[in-house]
């Protein structure tokens, strides 16, 4: 389906003292990195050291926006914020990232909401107009990069914003193209062969198997992979390999577009 | 001495359900303001509604940044911090304001430290480098605020940024420039009186008389008045008045020029 | 129907720099007061002064624990956390404000959910179970303080904890007993002399009328006032005086009993 | 010198999803811990957690307050901070691990200040003493545990409390019995061997050697070591291993009394 394909990827998930994953081996694979802003995970520092990395190795620098939760990594869903002020939470996120981007020479090429914030705004049509709303009020040139066909999706669309549409690798679809919750079994594949072929799969044909094996048609060019465990690393490592393996162009979203 | 005054002021300190001072009376008085970015007071809806009303009433918009220090108000000093890490840690205040300000139309116009950071910078030739280098890093156009003479206005001219020098209108001064304690008596003016007649003398004749009478000559056209307490707002009423009725231009420093 | 009656309201709502209501006044109305215990307001100073002055004024103190959340002062409702640590999260807070009160001389008497918590526990069953297991865990001398007749009144009851019953001054009720929505139109009296009417009703015939004018049965010993305004003070002062000149013993819950 | 060593870490100083070291190994070598109490590190569920490990391995617990400061990990000196408040900061957090420890059946044996808390409070007399009165008025039954010989053991005894003095198995000493700064060369010792004599000598003649080769008489039946790295979990087992093989009776400090 695509001629080219972007590695993407959760970065800069530490705090203070504390880190989480291998961002260093994950900088090695992926072309596009969403960095937490502070809210969730993440601090200047971290910011400002993984805003450098990524102009150094020419990776697409997003912004990973989140409820205001260090103590729950926001995963959980808080209700009651209204639409004004969840705007203005997402667009402090983005602007420190952008300064503290500027500030090393990098800008931020796209928006993805981190955890909670991101399943609420994939699902609410209200929440994606806040958070298309939020991004186009900041820079209407910032990619948002959501599932593909989500509540999002379509908000961005709407809001005239560029989409980047991502498929993960190590998570497996319902047949309407929403994700099987992490609380079912099968959620998530740790075999790093059967998430590689899924990937190819997608890529080369723009398709990839639900969990009732039905055949699901998926517009995405960034597929989404961890590095929060060594296995996963492995993962991610395995992916790429075989998408240049099969001549597939692993870049940034940013530098996608037809082949010559 | 100066042929015009910026009345200037901090502004957006409160949090949540918490406010403080009086912001719509200070609205109507100041002409440029020091908006908290969230560390020590202030949080995004509040610094997104501050940020469109200086931009409704012609107000210059500054970045308060302060350290990281909610239940200190930003007045404690905290020893420690690595001038990298301080660099980002006001970046990424200065940046969320930005892209606050971005989103409602307005723009940021100057960096006034908050606090315990104000203070140690306005000593400290070291912090105030770092200051001014995180300033000149984020945006070189940006004006650095700070009081006329101190290591910060030093690091800002040496940065090459252009430089808006505060006098405060109730606070006594030692003979070398400094203020004096508040540990001290008669650290602070309560007079609205004594106050104003203080700054006609400096922007008048570019002096103001020390805690021991002696005259000090001090290069600024930027007053800084409260908005604290019911009394603060009257004294910075009276000043504005009496700089009026001189025929003291009263406009933001972004406006100050040679008079034709 | 009671001989007796507890007035009580929120205390301790500051933080910092930060202020909420009218503490003082508050103080000289009361007999029971929920003191917060730093996640939604509160800080340890203030903990400690409210501790301080419940003990010199013979009033009951109670711990008001909430969800961490300062910027939306506990007001928003956050799904996702787990039984036992919303266990820990209450054990936490009210272990917090047992030590601070401890230091001080006093002891914490009972424990009262705040904001989105409490009426998350007030509603659902297996939370209400939670917050009943949590007072029990750390004290089971503890009273809890709830709702008359909601979810925590009967897990309460289940963990075989003492329970003080609140109604409350200002609020309609719907014809379940339930309050009616602060969206809906008179769901806040702001009439300090309705108010009282209905308090003194209540008293003497354990009744009040609901918002469809039905006459609800209330078994309540328990009248939560405010403080936050100016007209709220006055309001709870006026049913303290009314509450007196019928005769009604106005004391801590904690010293109720059946009149000689 | 001593009959019994206790072994002593730092453990629970995780965040959320963010862990630390090596605490399940750490539990099987230590004899008593310091509990991070959420301020620079810790949270209720890890409180509650440690608690319950603690009392299941007969190991003590002990209260690990901080200045406010998750960002720096409670490594910064902040000042500024009245006593009173420092206080309370500290009563806070006993508190609250007390209230944790009551609901697991475990109870709190000591309090031990972290960071750079700790560091003040083993330097000035004055905050050694704010920090012995917070303990002494949360519960006069607690143990203070302070470096042998500093401000806080002073300050702990004056206030009538007991004291556990403690020596570090891998920092050099300077010749007065403080440490030597991390920032100087030889500050830390890295190999296990080197340390493990070093115990053994303090434990066996009540001497170490400092950096200068002088003798220094510490009286010290604490041994402090560390977990954050596996070398250091090594280095932890060697040291037990060899006090056993000596015949030094490790236990924790609570159950130190005269060999019969």
Request: charged share 25%; glycine share 10%.
């Given at each position: 389906?695509?001629?080219?394909?972007?590695?993407?990827?959760d970065?800069?998930?530490g705090l203070?003292?504390?880190?989480m994953g291998?961002d260093?081996?994950?900088?090695?694979?992926v072309?596009?990195v969403?960095?937490?802003?502070?809210?969730h995970?993440?601090?200047?520092?971290?910011?400002?050291?993984?805003?450098a990395?990524?102009?150094?190795?020419?990776?697409?620098l997003?912004?990973?926006?989140?409820?205001r939760d260090?103590h729950?990594?926001?995963?959980?869903?808080?209700?009651?914020i209204?639409a004004?002020?969840l705007?203005?939470?997402i667009?402090?996120?983005?602007?420190?990232?952008?300064?503290?981007?500027?500030?090393v020479?990098?800008?931020?090429s796209?928006?993805?909401?981190?955890?909670a914030?991101g399943?609420?705004?994939?699902?609410?049509?209200?929440?994606a107009?806040?958070l298309?709303?939020?991004?186009a009020a900041?820079?209407?040139?910032?990619?948002?990069m959501?599932m593909?066909?989500?509540?999002?999706?379509?908000?961005?669309?709407a809001?005239?914003?560029?989409v980047?549409?991502?498929?993960?690798?190590?998570?497996?679809?319902?047949?309407?193209?929403?994700?099987?919750?992490?609380?079912?079994?099968?959620?998530?594949?740790?075999?790093a062969q059967a998430a590689?072929?899924?990937?190819?799969?997608?890529?080369?044909e723009?398709?990839l198997?639900t969990?009732?094996?039905?055949r699901?048609?998926?517009?995405?060019?960034?597929?989404?992979?961890?590095?929060?465990?060594p296995?996963a690393?492995?993962m991610?490592a395995?992916i790429?390999?075989?998408?240049?393996k099969?001549?597939?162009?692993?870049?940034?979203?940013?530098?996608?577009?037809?082949?010559?």
């Open positions: 389906m695509s001629d080219y394909i972007d590695l993407n990827c970065l800069g998930e203070g003292a504390w880190s291998d260093a081996a994950m900088l090695e694979i072309t596009s969403n960095v937490a802003c502070g809210f995970a993440g601090d200047p520092d971290i910011m400002a050291e993984r805003a990395q990524t102009l150094e190795k020419g990776i697409a997003g912004a990973h926006p989140s409820f260090l729950g990594f926001g995963r959980r869903r808080i209700h009651g209204p004004q002020a705007k203005n939470l667009i402090y996120q983005v602007g420190a990232l952008q300064g503290i981007a500027r500030s020479g990098q800008s931020v796209h928006v993805r909401a981190h955890g914030l399943n609420m705004t994939d699902e609410d049509a209200e929440m107009a806040t298309a709303q939020a991004v900041i820079d209407s040139d910032l990619t948002l959501t593909a066909g989500c509540a999002a999706d379509e908000a961005a669309q809001a005239e914003l560029k980047a549409r991502q498929a993960f690798a190590d998570r497996a679809y319902n047949d309407d193209g929403t994700l099987v919750s992490r609380s079912l079994p099968g959620a998530v594949l740790h075999d590689t072929e899924r990937v190819l799969r997608l890529a080369e723009g398709m198997e969990i009732n094996g039905k699901l048609r998926l517009d995405a060019n960034v597929i989404c992979v961890h590095g929060d465990t296995a690393v492995a991610a395995s790429r390999e075989a998408l240049e099969r001549g597939i162009g692993v870049k940034p979203y940013t530098e996608h577009g037809p082949k010559p």
